[in-house]
């Protein structure tokens, strides 16, 4: 069974750091893209980052460029979102996404998400 589960999340003081982690079970990770979405209350979900399956390509938002960096390991069917310099409008539920093209039909992998707060 394909499952996604984040972690990592909590409470931080702006100008903090997070680190969220995404573990894959049920497939290997290598070989996807994996992405990185959050949804604050009363917005809706946009994407924050993605890193490619084979030459590692990275893209951020533009609102996280600089303070985010994504990483996967492979070996440990991991993906990383490492998060400095947090604001409080990054205050969201961060969820790990995968997609997977079966036939012609794509199919979604998500997490459960992991609840960020950047508050003093």
């Known amino acids: 069974q394909v499952q996604l589960v984040e972690s990592g999340g909590g409470l931080v003081q702006p100008g903090g750091s997070l680190r969220v982690s995404c573990a894959a079970s049920?497939?290997?990770?290598?070989?996807?893209?994996i992405a990185w979405f959050r949804q604050a209350p009363g917005k809706e979900r946009e994407g924050v980052s993605c890193?490619?399956?084979?030459?590692?390509?990275?893209y951020y938002l533009d609102s996280v460029k600089g303070r985010f960096t994504i990483s996967r390991d492979d070996a440990k069917n991991t993906v990383y979102l490492q998060m400095n310099s947090l604001k409080p409008e990054d205050t969201a539920v961060y969820y790990c996404?995968?997609?997977?093209?079966?036939?012609?039909?794509?199919?979604?992998?998500w997490g459960q998400g992991t609840q960020v707060t950047v508050s003093s």
């Open positions: 049920g497939f290997s990770l290598d070989g996807y893209t």
């Open positions: 996404n995968v997609d997977e093209l079966v036939g012609t039909t794509l199919k979604e992998y």
């Open positions: 890193i490619g399956k084979n030459d590692r390509s990275t």
